[in-house]
C-alpha cells in the first residue's frame, strides 16, 4: 500500500476548513466491493485507509446476482478493515460518500444501502458520487495534472475526455463494447480465463507472450470514436480455428491487443491536437496495463507532453476514490439526505456540471 | 523523394497522423501529406496502416476527381512512405469564411455541399470528417478536401454520418442561419443522391439524438418512429 499516508496538494481552492475533514467513501458498482477513507486539512489530501474484496467467478463473467451476494457477506469485513486501518472509530468520519452509479443494479444497491444506513444512523451526511468521475479525480490528484486530455478505459468504460466549463467533455468514445470488455470476452470465449488476471497480468497479455507473430484484424476508428466488436467478432473467428495450437492463439492475442490499443492511442493522439493539452492522464482498470502505457509514453515523449498512468492500486475500483471525490463534493456543499440518495445504473459523466472543474 | 523536399518546401500543417507540406512539384504547385510512422505501433502493423490508408486515400480522390467531382488531382503515390501529392487548390477553407457572407451566398454553398455528398455517397464513398474545415472556396467553386479518413460503404450510417458532421458544423459557424442552411444542404442531397435519400436523412436524425446532451424524452419521440415505421 504505497500510496497509504502520502499526502497530495488538493488542485482546487476551497474556503480553508479550520479542522481535519475526515470522509469515508463506498464503491460496490461492479465485482469490487470497496471502502476508503480520506482525510482533508490545510489543503492537503491524506489517504487513510483502502480496503476491499474482490468478488472473482470461477467459470464465465461477472454475474450480477453472484457479485451482490459476495458484496452482502463481505462488507461488514470491508468496513471493519477500513476503519481499522484509518485507526478511527465511525464517529471520527465527517460524511459518508458512496458511488451510486453507472454500475450494476443489485451490486449499486449493497453499496448505497451501507451508505444510507450510516447516513441515517450515525447523522452523518451523505454524498452521491459518479463513479466514472471518482475514477478520473483521483487520477488527477495522484498526478498533479490539471487539465489533461483523460483516457478512461476500464471494464465498462472507453473515453477520451477534456474538462470544459465546469464539465467533463467527452471528445470520443467506444460506440459499442468498452476496451475491457473486449480482451474479458476474448478471454472467455478462446478459453483462457477465468482467472482474468493472474499476478497483475491479464489473459490476454499472457497468451500473447507465446508468440512473435502479427496477424491483421479489423481497425474501427471513426473521427475520434471506436468501435471494438468486429475485432471481436473477427479475433474469435482465428482464435476458434486454432483449436489448441498455443502459438496461434497467440499470434490472435498478440494482434488484438496491438490492434486495439493502436486505435486508442490514434484517438488520443487526435485529442491531442485538436485541444492543444499538455499533458495525458491514464485512468481505469485496464490503464495498470504495462504494454498500453508504453504506447502512451511513447507518444507522450513524441509530442512533448506529461503522461500519468494511474498505479493499480487506485486504477482499478476502489473506495479511495469514492472517497476523495465525495471529500470534492463536501467541500463544495453538495451533500444530501439519506433518502434522497438513488443508485443510477445509467449514469453519464457528462450529465452534470462539477463546480471544481475548469 | 529526395528531388520533391528540400526546394520550396513549407510546412503546412502538422497533424496527429501526417504532416501536409506545400511543394514544387516538377514545377507545378502541390500538397504533399506524408503519414508519420509512429513508433508505438508494431512495424508490421505500422507499415500496413500507413500503405493502406495512403493507398485507399489516393483511391478514392482519383475515383471521385475522374466521375467530374470537385477535388484535387492525385499526381504521386508512394505507398511504401505513405506519400501523396495532389493538386494545390489556391482557396479559403469555408470554417473560416462562412460566417461572413450574407444569406444568399452561403445557401448557394449549402447547395453545393449537400450535392457533393449526394454525388459522392452515390459512388459508395464516404468522407469520414465531412466538415467545413474541409471544404475549400475557389471563387464560387466548393472542393472538398482530406480523405484520410474516408472509404467505401453501401451502409447509409457511414452517408448520414457524413451530413451529421456537416450539419452541425454548419450549426457552429452560423447558428442564427443554420435551419435554412441545413435545410438547403438536404434539400440538394435529395435530388441527387441515387439511393432513398429519406433513409439517410431520417438516419442522420437518429444518429443526432445519439448524442450526448439530448434530452431523454427527445431521444424517445425520434427512436420510436424508427421501431413504427
Known amino acids: 500500500m504505497s500510496l497509504l499516508n502520502k499526502e497530495y496538494e488538493l488542485y482546487v481552492s476551497v474556503k480553508p476548513v479550520g479542522r481535519e475533514i475526515r470522509v469515508l467513501g463506498i464503491e460496490s458498482t461492479s465485482h469490487t466491493f470497496g471502502v476508503g477513507i480520506v482525510e482533508y486539512s490545510g489543503g492537503r489530501v491524506k489517504f487513510l485507509a483502502n480496503a476491499y474484496s474482490q468478488y472473482k467467478p470461477t467459470s464465465g463473467g461477472i454475474h450480477p446476482r453472484e457479485s451482490f451476494l459476495h458484496h452482502v457477506n463481505n462488507a461488514p469485513s470491508v468496513l471493519r478493515k477500513a476503519l481499522e486501518l484509518?485507526?478511527?472509530?465511525?464517529?471520527?468520519?465527517?460524511?459518508?460518500?458512496?458511488?451510486v452509479g453507472p454500475g450494476l443494479g443489485p451490486c449499486l444497491r449493497v453499496g448505497a444501502s451501507l451508505a444510507r444506513f450510516l447516513s441515517a444512523y450515525y447523522g452523518k451526511p451523505i454524498v452521491a458520487v459518479n463513479h466514472a468521475v471518482a475514477h478520473i479525480e483521483i487520477g488527477k490528484l495522484v498526478s498533479g495534472f490539471a487539465d489533461p486530455v483523460i483516457v478512461y478505459v476500464s471494464g465498462g468504460n472507453t473515453m477520451i475526455l477534456v474538462q470544459k466549463n465546469k464539465k467533463y467533455r467527452v471528445m470520443g468514445e467506444t460506440l459499442d463494447i468498452p476496451l475491457g470488455n473486449l480482451l474479458d470476452t476474448f478471454a472467455r470465449e478462446a478459453g483462457i480465463a477465468p482467472p482474468y488476471v493472474v499476478e497483475g497480468k491479464h489473459a490476454v497479455d499472457i497468451?500473447?507472450?507465446?508468440?512473435?507473430?502479427?496477424i491483421a484484424l479489423p481497425y474501427t476508428v471513426k473521427g475520434c470514436?471506436?468501435?471494438f466488436s468486429g475485432l471481436l467478432t473477427a479475433a474469435l473467428k482465428i482464435a476458434r480455428e486454432t483449436r489448441g495450437d498455443k502459438e496461434k492463439l497467440g499470434a490472435v492475442c498478440r494482434s488484438l491487443r496491438e490492434t486495439a490499443f493502436n486505435m486508442l492511442v490514434e484517438v488520443?493522439?487526435?485529442?491531442?491536437?485538436?485541444?492543444?493539452?499538455?499533458?495525458?492522464?491514464l485512468v481505469g482498470g485496464v490503464a495498470s496495463n504495462t504494454e498500453l502505457r508504453r504506447k502512451f509514453e511513447y507518444i507522450a515523449e513524441h509530442y512533448g507532453v506529461g503522461f500519468y498512468g494511474t498505479p493499480p492500486e487506485i486504477a482499478g475500483d476502489n473506495g479511495l476514490m469514492i472517497a476523495y471525490t465525495g471529500l470534492l463534493h463536501y467541500l463544495y456543499g453538495l451533500i444530501k439526505e439519506p433518502n434522497s440518495v438513488f443508485i443510477k445504473q445509467r449514469y453519464r459523466l457528462d450529465e452534470e456540471e462539477y463546480p471544481w472543474l475548469p | 523523394m529526395a528531388t520533391i523536399e528540400g526546394r520550396n518546401t513549407i510546412l503546412l500543417s502538422r497533424g496527429a497522423e501526417a504532416e501536409v507540406y506545400l511543394v514544387d512539384f516538377f514545377g507545378l504547385r502541390a500538397v504533399m501529406k506524408r503519414r508519420i510512422s509512429k513508433k508505438y505501433r508494431a512495424k508490421l502493423f505500422d507499415e500496413v496502416f500507413i500503405r493502406n490508408r495512403t493507398r485507399v486515400e489516393a483511391r478514392i480522390l482519383s475515383e471521385l476527381y475522374?466521375?467530374?467531382?470537385?477535388?484535387?488531382?492525385?499526381?504521386f503515390v508512394d505507398e511504401e512512405n505513405g506519400v501523396?501529392?495532389?493538386?494545390y487548390i489556391e482557396g479559403v477553407r469555408a470554417s473560416e469564411s462562412f460566417e461572413k457572407f450574407d444569406l444568399g451566398k452561403a445557401t448557394s454553398i449549402s447547395r453545393r455541399i449537400g450535392g457533393f455528398a449526394a454525388r459522392m455517397h452515390s459512388l459508395g464513398i464516404y468522407h469520414g470528417d465531412y466538415t467545413l474545415a474541409n471544404v475549400l472556396l475557389r471563387e464560387s467553386e466548393v472542393y472538398v478536401i482530406d480523405f484520410g479518413l474516408s472509404g467505401y460503404s453501401s451502409d447509409?450510417?457511414?452517408?448520414a454520418i457524413d451530413l451529421h458532421l456537416m450539419a452541425r458544423s454548419i450549426k457552429a459557424s452560423r447558428p442564427l442561419d443554420a435551419e435554412v442552411l441545413i435545410k438547403a444542404m438536404l434539400d440538394e442531397y435529395g435530388s441527387h443522391y441515387r439511393g432513398d435519400y429519406r433513409e439517410v436523412i431520417n438516419r442522420m436524425k437518429e444518429i443526432s439524438v445519439r448524442g450526448r446532451y439530448i434530452d431523454r424524452e427527445v431521444r424517445k419521440s425520434i427512436m420510436r418512429e424508427r421501431y413504427i415505421a
Open chain 1, 268 to 281: 488520443t493522439e487526435r485529442t491531442l491536437m485538436l485541444t492543444s493539452k499538455n499533458s495525458i492522464l
Open chain 2, 84 to 87: 501523396l501529392i495532389v493538386e
Open chain 1, 86 to 99: 484509518a485507526k478511527l472509530g465511525i464517529k471520527g468520519v465527517d460524511a459518508i460518500a458512496v458511488a
Open chain 2, 66 to 75: 475522374e466521375a467530374g467531382l470537385s477535388v484535387p488531382s492525385v499526381l
Open chain 2, 156 to 159: 447509409v450510417e457511414e452517408y
Open chain 1, 207 to 214: 497468451c500473447a507472450e507465446w508468440s512473435h507473430e502479427y
Open chain 1, 225 to 227: 470514436d471506436l468501435s
